[in-house]
């Protein structure tokens, strides 16, 4: 089992920065595809970026150049968040699976979420 909180959310106007910390109950550094998602009202929820085993990451199109996923120690995964939008108000989840990104299956372990607001 592996346990993780989120943490740094807030409201800040758009244009501004906010950085998000995930803390894993055990090591989770090149062991786990770690994740983060987020669900805004009456979406669905989406992923936002991915470090994989081997430290490669990805990101959807509507953040790539101003979101930064980093592992920041052996069970510490950040989202360092520029230039926000009105459009990236959400929920944001930290998630964690064993094994590669791209290998089937669910994510095996959430979050429970931490809101961000940006306002126009």
């Known amino acids: 089992q592996v346990q993780l909180v989120e943490s740094g959310g807030g409201s800040v106007q758009a244009g501004g920065s906010l950085r998000l910390s995930c803390v894993a109950s055990?090591?989770?550094?090149?062991?786990?595809?770690m994740a983060w998602f987020r669900q805004a009202p009456g979406k669905e929820r989406e992923a936002v970026a991915a470090?994989?085993?081997?430290?490669?990451a990805t990101y959807a199109d509507s953040v790539k150049g101003r979101f930064t996923i980093s592992q920041d120690n052996v069970n510490t995964l950040s989202l360092q968040m520029n230039s926000l939008k009105p459009e990236d108000t959400a929920i944001y989840y930290c998630a964690a699976k064993q094994g590669y990104c791209t290998e089937r299956g669910d994510f095996d372990y959430w979050g429970q979420g931490t809101q961000v607001t940006v306002s126009s």
């Open positions: 470090i994989d085993i081997d430290g490669s």
């Open positions: 055990r090591y989770t550094y090149r062991r786990y595809c």
